[in-house]
């Protein structure tokens, strides 16, 4: 027998095979490239700023995937659109009034009011200032007027940055000292903060505010202060920040102890020891004069300091100060 008479009869392709290699795997194919056209979708759909406002308004779960979206973008290449859209500032500091004048005093809608207000202060345009405003004064709210007050604070930066101008004005810094005589000193804090940004130097009521709170029983109310002083040029924050730059290092931890107290202890020591750095270089370039000598000993100390950014940061100040004296 011939090895031809032993292989299989060759037989036409069934309509079956035909379908199970072709048809079936182009379906799978087609399927895939539709779910993933569809998340496409969704995922961009946001981007239309009337999108945004539809879902914020809806009281469910869906609001949280739109402030998700609104946040991302606001953060993304296209960001810069929707933060100059007065339309779209206008519509969110309305859902921000309504749903503040809901009566709801649940968790959510707390957290979506401070949502609102970091993301109004997140525009360019001078329209996104009035709702913040509005939330500032409302001190029966303190999370919601700090998220507020530091909003206007990121609001001002960013109109200056954009060519606009700023937020600062007599009714603006009216607002924030009112807010810095809360009860609350996580929003005196933020006010103090914000007045270093919207004050100026020895006008209007900022500069006293910030002067009486350098005299504030709250450590970070005092050393925000200071800050805001250093930044308005203002040498009434020397004194406070060389407070901020004495604070002793905390122990380190034993390598196989944990410790999160003292870990965190050490952390804010050197938190505030750098923005007291970060004050004092912001108060020589106000005043592009020399600093006094006992905070000139406190930096030849800190050369020396465990902490790294703490080492750099005394580096950077002293060789911003040696540009302050002329060559021999």
Request: aromatic share 4%; glycine share 8%.
């Given at each position: 027998?011939?090895p031809?008479?032993?292989?299989?009869?060759?037989?036409?392709?069934?309509?079956?095979?035909?379908?199970?290699?072709?048809?079936?795997?182009?379906?799978?194919?087609?399927?895939?490239?539709?779910?993933?056209?569809?998340?496409?979708?969704?995922?961009?759909?946001?981007?239309?700023?009337?999108?945004?406002?539809?879902?914020?308004?809806?009281?469910?779960?869906?609001?949280?995937?739109?402030?998700?979206?609104?946040?991302?973008?606001?953060r993304?290449?296209?960001?810069?659109?929707?933060?100059?859209?007065?339309?779209?500032?206008?519509?969110?500091?309305?859902?921000?009034?309504d749903?503040?004048?809901?009566?709801?005093?649940?968790?959510?809608?707390?957290?979506?009011?401070?949502?609102?207000?970091?993301?109004?202060g997140?525009?360019?345009?001078?329209?996104?200032?009035?709702?913040?405003?509005?939330?500032?004064?409302?001190?029966?709210?303190?999370?919601?007027?700090?998220?507020?007050?530091?909003?206007?604070?990121?609001?001002?930066?960013?109109?200056?940055?954009?060519?606009?101008?700023?937020?600062?004005?007599?009714?603006?810094?009216?607002?924030?000292?009112?807010?810095?005589?809360?009860?609350?000193?996580?929003?005196?804090?933020?006010?103090?903060?914000?007045?270093?940004?919207?004050?100026?130097?020895?006008?209007?009521?900022?500069?006293?505010?910030?002067?009486?709170?350098?005299?504030?029983?709250?450590?970070?109310?005092?050393?925000?202060?200071?800050?805001?002083?250093?930044?308005?040029?203002?040498?009434?924050?020397?004194?406070?920040?060389?407070?901020?730059?004495?604070?002793?290092?905390?122990?380190?931890?034993?390598?196989?102890?944990?410790?999160?107290?003292?870990?965190?202890?050490?952390?804010?020591?050197?938190?505030?020891?750098?923005?007291?750095?970060?004050?004092?270089?912001?108060?020589?370039?106000?005043?592009?004069?020399?600093?006094?000598?006992?905070?000139?000993a406190?930096l030849?100390?800190?050369?020396?300091?465990?902490?790294?950014?703490?080492?750099?940061?005394?580096?950077?100040?002293?060789?911003?100060l040696?540009?302050?004296?002329?060559?021999?």
């Amino acid at each position: 027998m011939s090895p031809d008479h032993l292989l299989p009869p060759v037989e036409p392709p069934s309509a079956g095979f035909l379908v199970q290699l072709f048809l079936v795997p182009g379906l799978i194919v087609a399927i895939i490239v539709g779910v993933w056209l569809t998340f496409h979708w969704l995922a961009h759909l946001g981007q239309d700023p009337q999108a945004y406002v539809r879902t914020l308004r809806r009281d469910n779960e869906g609001r949280w995937q739109a402030a998700l979206n609104l946040a991302n973008d606001l953060r993304g290449p296209g960001g810069a659109v929707l933060k100059a859209d007065a339309t779209l500032a206008g519509e969110l500091g309305r859902i921000l009034a309504d749903e503040s004048k809901s009566g709801r005093t649940g968790e959510q809608s707390q957290m979506l009011r401070v949502y609102l207000c970091r993301a109004l202060g997140e525009f360019t345009i001078p329209e996104a200032l009035a709702p913040l405003l509005e939330r500032a004064a409302d001190t029966t709210q303190p999370q919601v007027a700090r998220a507020a007050i530091e909003a206007i604070a990121v609001l001002s930066t960013n109109l200056v940055a954009a060519g606009g101008g700023s937020s600062s004005g007599a009714n603006v810094a009216d607002a924030v000292v009112a807010a810095s005589r809360s009860e609350d000193a996580g929003l005196r804090s933020a006010a103090a903060f914000t007045l270093g940004v919207v004050g100026e130097k020895g006008t209007g009521p900022a500069d006293d505010r910030l002067r009486a709170l350098l005299a504030d029983a709250n450590n970070d109310v005092r050393y925000n202060a200071a800050l805001a002083l250093a930044r308005l040029g203002d040498g009434a924050s020397l004194d406070t920040l060389e407070e901020m730059l004495s604070l002793p290092d905390e122990p380190a931890p034993k390598p196989d102890a944990r410790d999160d107290v003292a870990q965190s202890k050490r952390y804010k020591r050197a938190l505030v020891v750098l923005n007291a750095l970060r004050g004092l270089a912001l108060l020589v370039d106000a005043t592009h004069s020399p600093l006094p000598e006992g905070i000139l000993a406190k930096l030849k100390s800190l050369a020396e300091d465990p902490v790294s950014d703490v080492r750099t940061g005394v580096t950077a100040l002293e060789a911003k100060l040696a540009r302050l004296t002329p060559a021999g």
